[in-house]
């Protein structure tokens, strides 16, 4: 059926009739329908009226559970749905008010609501879409006065107290304002917003500080960008390579320029500066490899590879042997395992990963004497070379779990291993095992009862 073609043949008396029938029958209609017929004059108003109501509606003694969030925020998005329509249509100021008539109750939303879901999050994030879309295509088609209030709008928005705390949308809402940074007023009134937010910072204690401070050097950044200071920015860069997203920019674009040499000294100076920081060396080593790759430098490609195998990284292992020929890699994969197996009494995952890539089913047999209960899945990979070892070994877990096990769930459990047993041991083994359980724990009438229904 074409809906809104037979729609569109009602006459007017027609369609108020079922607008009205409609609004009858469910109350969020009818909010709908008044939000669409409300005045310009009073949009922004009675968005965030609208906004609160459906919010109020789905508290609980002051709180929203986490079932009710999606609930209380229908009026932010129909208010969305609206700043998208009026941005369609070239209004961008009252889309920029629309939009931040719901980021700014949103934000608010965390203190009395349960965001487990990331709902409160995701409206906040299509608001800042909604800012950013609207404050671009304001530079294109509205007159100077408009932008400089836009931009006054959401720098205002930005450096209220409502966000502190929640530092990461303070800082969206202000790269929305670097989009006006071409306009000389706007970028002094933001430099100068983002100055003194540094000020600020650099006398605070928090924890969080060093984040802040990469945080605001990135939104200087984006303005130098922005505005093609190509030279300023490359310098700004430089100058906070303490920060590890702008010591990536640098390495980034000293690759891209093909100075391979520099790039490298910036990766080793990184690994050197953030010593304490595993994921932050590990992003240094890739990128040094991505240099060496380039410079088609095998041995160095190696040499981080393995070091990357000894750091369980899965991917890193059929890079290097790549690297190698048939011949070579011979002592090569006798020598990780060696590494591994004297480097501590534990085998790491990636040890097992590496042992079924190899098809070395001593090294899978010695994984699962250090972790029996691998026996469960690794059994078939060792059937061929060690069927007397898995039946040992399997028949042990098995009796451990068994012992382990004091409730129906457990004995349920124990009783879905016995069918991978009967798999790997044979169906004799299999029986001899449920009556020697039967057995021993005649006693635990649920257990015996599980058992039963596994043996029939």
């Given at each position: 059926?074409?809906?809104?073609k037979?729609?569109?043949k009602?006459?007017?008396?027609?369609?108020?009739?079922l607008?009205m029938?409609?609004?009858?029958?469910?109350e969020?209609?009818?909010?709908?329908?008044e939000?669409k017929?409300?005045?310009?004059?009073?949009?922004?108003?009675?968005?965030?009226?609208?906004?609160?109501?459906?919010?109020?509606?789905?508290?609980r003694?002051?709180?929203?559970?986490?079932?009710n969030?999606?609930?209380?925020?229908?009026?932010?998005?129909?208010?969305?749905?609206?700043?998208r329509?009026?941005?369609?249509?070239?209004?961008e100021?009252?889309?920029?008010?629309?939009?931040?008539?719901?980021?700014?109750?949103?934000?608010?939303?965390?203190?009395?609501?349960?965001d487990?879901?990331g709902?409160?999050?995701?409206?906040i994030?299509?608001?800042?879409?909604?800012?950013k879309d609207?404050?671009?295509?304001a530079l294109?088609s509205t007159n100077?006065?408009?932008?400089?209030n836009m931009?006054k709008?959401?720098?205002?928005?930005?450096?209220?107290k409502?966000y502190?705390?929640?530092?990461?949308?303070?800082?969206?809402?202000l790269?929305v304002?670097?989009?006006?940074s071409a306009?000389?007023?706007?970028?002094?009134?933001?430099?100068?917003?983002?100055?003194?937010?540094?000020?600020?910072i650099?006398?605070?204690?928090?924890?969080?500080?060093?984040?802040d401070?990469?945080?605001?050097?990135?939104?200087?950044?984006?303005?130098?960008?922005?505005?093609?200071?190509?030279?300023?920015?490359e310098q700004?860069?430089?100058?906070?390579?303490?920060f590890?997203?702008?010591?990536e920019?640098?390495?980034?674009?000293e690759?891209?320029?093909?100075?391979?040499?520099?790039?490298?000294?910036i990766?080793?100076?990184g690994?050197?500066?953030?010593?304490?920081?595993?994921?932050?060396?590990?992003?240094?080593?890739?990128?040094?490899?991505?240099?060496?790759e380039a410079?088609?430098?095998?041995?160095?490609?190696?040499?981080?590879?393995?070091?990357?195998?000894?750091?369980?990284?899965?991917?890193?292992?059929?890079?290097?042997?790549?690297l190698?020929?048939p011949?070579e890699?011979?002592p090569?994969?006798?020598?990780?395992?060696?590494?591994?197996?004297?480097?501590?009494?534990?085998?790491?995952?990636v040890?097992?990963?590496i042992?079924?890539?190899e098809?070395?089913?001593?090294?899978?047999?010695?994984?699962?004497e250090?972790?029996?209960?691998?026996?469960?899945?690794?059994?078939?990979?060792?059937?061929d070379?060690?069927?007397d070892k898995?039946?040992?070994?399997?028949?042990?877990?098995?009796?451990?779990e068994?012992?382990?096990?004091?409730?129906?769930k457990?004995y349920?459990?124990v009783?879905?291993?016995?069918?991978?047993?009967e798999?790997?041991?044979?169906?004799?083994?299999f029986?001899?095992?449920?009556?020697?359980?039967?057995?021993?724990?005649?006693?635990k009438?649920?257990?015996?009862?599980?058992?039963?229904?596994v043996e029939?």
């Amino acid at each position: 059926m074409d809906l809104h073609k037979k729609v569109s043949k009602l006459t007017k008396a027609e369609l108020v009739e079922l607008v009205m029938d409609l609004i009858d029958g469910d109350e969020n209609v009818e909010k709908k329908v008044e939000f669409k017929l409300i005045s310009p004059n009073d949009e922004v108003k009675a968005s965030k009226q609208l906004i609160r109501q459906y919010i109020n509606e789905n508290k609980r003694r002051g709180f929203i559970s986490w079932r009710n969030v999606h609930a209380a925020l229908q009026g932010a998005e129909m208010v969305l749905d609206k700043g998208r329509d009026k941005l369609v249509n070239g209004e961008e100021e009252t889309a920029i008010r629309l939009g931040i008539a719901v980021v700014s109750i949103a934000i608010d939303m965390f203190q009395y609501a349960d965001d487990s879901g990331g709902d409160i999050g995701y409206i906040i994030n299509q608001s800042i879409t909604l800012l950013k879309d609207a404050s671009s295509m304001a530079l294109l088609s509205t007159n100077h006065r408009v932008q400089d209030n836009m931009f006054k709008l959401i720098l205002k928005e930005a450096t209220h107290k409502r966000y502190d705390g929640w530092d990461d949308t303070r800082y969206e809402l202000l790269d929305v304002c670097t989009i006006y940074s071409a306009r000389s007023t706007a970028r002094q009134k933001l430099e100068e917003t983002l100055d003194k937010l540094l000020r600020e910072i650099s006398t605070s204690s928090s924890w969080s500080s060093d984040d802040d401070q990469q945080s605001i050097k990135e939104l200087q950044l984006k303005i130098l960008e922005r505005n093609g200071e190509s030279e300023k920015a490359e310098q700004l860069i430089r100058d906070n390579m303490d920060f590890d997203e702008f010591r990536e920019k640098a390495i980034e674009k000293e690759m891209a320029n093909g100075n391979y040499a520099s790039a490298l000294k910036i990766c080793e100076d990184g690994e050197e500066n953030d010593s304490n920081f595993p994921g932050l060396i590990k992003k240094w080593k890739e990128y040094r490899l991505q240099v060496y790759e380039a410079l088609e430098d095998v041995d160095k490609q190696k040499e981080v590879l393995i070091e990357f195998v000894y750091d369980n990284q899965y991917e890193a292992y059929g890079k290097l042997k790549d690297l190698y020929s048939p011949d070579e890699w011979k002592p090569v994969i006798e020598g990780i395992f060696a590494e591994f197996e004297n480097k501590s009494g534990y085998l790491p995952h990636v040890y097992e990963y590496i042992a079924k890539a190899e098809n070395q089913s001593d090294k899978i047999l010695k994984y699962c004497e250090q972790s029996p209960s691998t026996i469960l899945e690794l059994y078939p990979y060792l059937l061929d070379d060690y069927k007397d070892k898995v039946e040992d070994m399997f028949t042990g877990y098995i009796k451990w779990e068994a012992e382990e096990a004091s409730e129906r769930k457990e004995y349920r459990h124990v009783c879905r291993k016995l069918k991978a047993y009967e798999e790997a041991c044979g169906e004799s083994k299999f029986c001899d095992m449920v009556h020697e359980l039967k057995q021993t724990y005649q006693r635990k009438p649920a257990f015996v009862s599980e058992l039963e229904k596994v043996e029939k």
